[in-house]
Structure formats: structure tokens, C-alpha cells
């Protein structure tokens, strides 16, 4: 059997039942990974906000625990990277973000082992990689941002979204799980920053 890396091996009847009971799960990072390319990253930055948009950002605050929060619309990079820079890592929505990742973790691993995961995640993050550092280069550029620093941390943060999503649909999770609705508002062409205190701030 060929591996990622032109790796050959001979797999034993218990390897393969293992696969096996695996390939629902990576057919599902498949299908998944097969979306991405169609994404318009970072595509209405700025833009005023939808109610749709609008819609999915409250459905993920309610998800988080954060129900109260409003959701502040940033108009500009220069008021984007304040934000990104300021965020508080140690927040309660950062924990609890953790916690969800923890859990979601927790039940991809009854239907994935890790080593498979890494490889459906290799896959669906090379769908992605290059298309999101080039769209966040070239929409920086477009907006005449001379620090190339704010667009490498926009496209992390969207390719930190794409990990926790891939777990979620890994994992079997609901469509209205946090981590989808986050990777939904990268979708939409938007950078949702972050929850600062009792404020959501999307780019």
C-alpha cells in the first residue's frame, strides 16, 4: 500500500479492520477539504455586516457562552491589528474555546487515531494553505498595508479555523458547533478576530 511520502507497507489483518473502521471519518475530511478551494477568503473585509453574517456570529457567541457579547465591525486594518495585538490569550473565551477543542478532541478519538487525523488534516490543509496566505497578502495590498506582519496573522488565523473545524467534522460534530460557525464566518470573507471582553470583533 502507498502512503503519503511514496511510503510502502504491508498491512496486517488487524491494521486494515483499524483503516477501516477510520475511513468515514477521512471521507468526511475529504469531502470537506474539497470545499475549500471555492473560498473567497477575506473577500468583504471591512464590509458592513449581513444578517447572515450577523446570524452565525451570535449563533457562535451563544455556542462559546457568550450570549451578551455585540459584535463590534472593524472598517480597517489599522483597527484589526489593534485588536489582533490587544487580544487577552488567557480570556474566558479563550479558555473556553480550549474546552471545546479538549471535548471535540475527546470524540475524534473514538473514531480517528491521531496518526490518521494528522494525515486527513495534512490533506485538507493543503487544500487551503496557499489560497489563504496569498488572499490575505493580496487584500492587505489592496488596502495599501505596508506591515505584511497583520496578513500572515490573519492567514493563521483562518488556518487555526480550518484546524478546529476539520476536527468537529472529524469528530461527527453538529452544524452548529463554535468551531464550524467561526470557520463559516471565514467563509463569508470576513476575519472574526476575537472575543474581548464582552465584544466580538469581526474584520
Same mark, same amino acid.
Given at each position: ?8 507497507? /504491508? %498491512? &496486517?489483518?488487524?491494521? =486494515? $479492520?483499524? +483503516? @477501516?473502521? #477510520? ?9 470537506? !477539504? ?68 479538549? /471535548? %471535540? &478532541?475527546?470524540?475524534? =478519538? $473514538?473514531? +480517528? @487515531?491521531? #496518526? ?9 490543509? !493543503? ?68 472575543? /474581548? ?7
Amino acid at each position: 500500500m502507498d502512503l503519503p511520502g511514496g511510503t510502502e507497507t /504491508a %498491512l &496486517s489483518d488487524a491494521e =486494515l $479492520e483499524e +483503516l @477501516s473502521l #477510520e475511513m468515514p471519518a477521512l471521507a468526511l475530511l475529504r469531502d470537506f !477539504a474539497r470545499l475549500l478551494p471555492d473560498i473567497a477568503w477575506f473577500g468583504q473585509l471591512g464590509t458592513p455586516l449581513d444578517q447572515e453574517t450577523r446570524a452565525l456570529a451570535q449563533a457562535y457567541l451563544e455556542g462559546l457562552g457568550f450570549p451578551d457579547a455585540d459584535l463590534a465591525k472593524l472598517s480597517n486594518w489599522e483597527d484589526a491589528t489593534v485588536a489582533a495585538e490587544s487580544g487577552d490569550w488567557n480570556s474566558a473565551a479563550w479558555e473556553a474555546e480550549e474546552s471545546l477543542r479538549a /471535548a %471535540l &478532541s475527546t470524540d475524534l =478519538l $473514538e473514531v +480517528l @487515531s491521531e #496518526e490518521a487525523f494528522e494525515i486527513g488534516f495534512t490533506y485538507v490543509a !493543503a487544500q487551503a494553505d496557499e489560497s489563504v496566505r496569498n488572499a490575505a497578502e493580496s487584500t492587505a495590498n489592496d488596502w495599501g498595508v505596508e506591515d505584511m506582519e497583520i496578513a500572515i496573522a490573519a492567514a493563521g488565523a483562518a488556518m487555526q479555523a480550518l484546524h478546529g473545524a476539520a476536527i468537529a467534522v472529524a469528530a461527527g460534530a453538529d452544524d452548529n458547533h463554535p468551531f464550524l460557525l467561526r470557520f463559516r464566518l471565514f467563509e463569508r470573507g470576513r476575519w472574526p478576530i476575537g472575543v /474581548a471582553g464582552l465584544t466580538f470583533n469581526i474584520f
